[in-house]
């Protein structure tokens, strides 16, 4: 199947400000539904938290939607303090992985932050999560960090990965 670029959007409390509140439930509903699909093992966030996340002035969304079906299959959530980002969620749904959408998401986010004066992003991701953390490094993160045992459930290590996007 070709590479397919799909448009991504971003959204966070001023959007939400500015919705009706079934707006940003359905909004709420969509990014919840693409990231449980994304985390067939278990996602730990309840569309509550997605929506609270929503109207938090430090959180944003970015998303792809399919073309086709509208449906919403790739999405990323950001906390962004000052100069420095912290990646929390990124799941693309299963009929869409491996077509780079990811990557796509990831670029455009590291881009949107540089030309933000962001300085840096950093991301947890479990140890054994080979495919995530190539993907990472691919981008130019760093590892710096590790927690041993940090995941209770099928004991895992954290690797905490870093990019300075002030010296792209």
Do not use: C
């Not at 990323?76 to 749904?93: K, M, P, R, S, T």
């Not at 992003?121 to 995530?132: D, I």
Request: glycine residues 4%.
């Amino acid at each position: 199947m070709p590479k397919q670029t799909m448009q991504i959007h971003k959204i966070d409390a001023e959007w939400a400000s500015s919705q009706s509140p079934a707006t940003v439930g359905e909004m709420t509903a969509d990014l919840h539904g693409a990231l449980v699909q994304a985390f067939p093992e278990g996602f730990s966030w309840t569309e509550q938290t997605i929506q609270t996340s929503l109207h938090n002035r430090f959180h944003q969304f970015f998303y792809m939607r399919d073309q086709a079906t509208s449906e919403i299959v790739a999405v990323a959530h950001f906390q962004l303090i000052f100069d420095e980002a912290e990646l929390f969620n990124i799941g693309v749904v299963p009929s869409h992985q491996r077509r780079g959408l990811a990557k796509q998401v990831l670029q455009y986010v590291l881009d949107h932050y540089h030309n933000q004066d962001v300085a840096t992003v950093t991301l947890e991701v479990r140890s054994r999560n080979q495919a995530a953390r190539k993907l990472y490094e691919s981008l130019g993160f760093k590892q710096i960090a590790s927690r041993p045992d940090y995941y209770p459930i099928n004991l895992d290590d954290a690797i905490i990965y870093q990019i300075q996007l002030n010296q792209i």
